[in-house]
């Protein structure tokens, strides 16, 4: 399992991903799950996976051998919208050779062969956009509403997405809660471990772009873990006790 996370703001977008995709007792893997399509000046496209790893790297070479070798692919499509389209279909075709192309149906049996994708960024005439693709291939684009996304094991880190992140959070505020998020789910899931990549997407800037990664020795995002952990039980022992706590 992994975690990804990524923020459609006013001030511009915000990526970030986990790298561990399998833990156990005597194996933890990492993958890099965040991939970078980009023709400086002009696009920038972001694209966060989750889900069956062999279905999200045959997605990833497919869409990037493509930009080499077929007249339609992500470097050329006019809008963000057709990008999540192309990886959706591009999905769908994996997922459905893999699924059905041995004709041993017993082989296909129990296995998910989903993937998740977070795709975002901005080209050159457009506003940055953002769209959640699900394992179904069909998607939905971030809004003001809704101003970001989640893939992976998301249920941990919601809850502090949700009572802080709204459209017009400054994007540095955004990213200390984006990572305290993935802080909640680190303790609480071990499929999910550092290091995290984060990405920053300024708009119209269209320059190229590199993702910062954080590992264990990150000093800040140490200090930010201490510091909500022990904030947190700052706040939980300042609330009162239940009033009618003899009645039961």
């Not at 094991?153 to 990572?179: F, H, W």
Request: proline share 4%; glycine share 8%.
């Amino acid at each position: 399992m992994t975690y990804c996370v990524a923020m459609r703001l006013k001030d511009g977008l915000l990526f970030a991903s986990d790298s561990r995709t399998n833990a156990g007792v005597d194996h933890i893997a990492t993958f890099r799950k965040m991939h970078v399509f980009e023709v400086p000046g002009e696009r920038t496209i972001i694209i966060l996976t989750a889900g069956n790893l062999a279905t999200t790297q045959s997605v990833i070479n497919l869409l990037q051998a493509r930009t080499q070798q077929e007249l339609h692919h992500l470097l050329n499509v006019n809008s963000l919208y057709e990008a999540a389209i192309l990886v959706g279909e591009t999905a769908r075709e994996v997922v459905s050779r893999d699924s059905q192309g041995s004709g041993n149906v017993s082989m296909s049996q129990g296995v998910d062969f989903g993937g998740s994708f977070i795709v975002g960024g901005q080209i050159r005439g457009e506003a940055p956009r953002l769209f959640n693709v699900y394992p179904q291939c069909n998607f939905i684009e971030a809004s003001e509403d809704t101003p970001y996304f989640q893939i992976g094991e998301s249920k941990y880190g919601k809850p502090i997405l949700d009572r802080v992140i709204q459209y017009d959070t400054p994007l540095e505020q955004a990213l200390k809660c984006m990572l305290i998020s993935f802080d909640s789910t680190i303790r609480s899931n071990l499929s999910v471990g550092l290091p995290i990549d984060v990405l920053r997407c300024k708009t119209d800037a269209f320059s190229k772009v590199k993702p910062y990664r954080i590992e264990e020795n990150n000093a800040w995002f140490n200090r930010t873990r201490k510091a909500w952990s022990t904030g947190l039980r700052k706040v939980f022992g300042q609330i009162p006790e239940a009033d009618w706590f003899d009645q039961l």
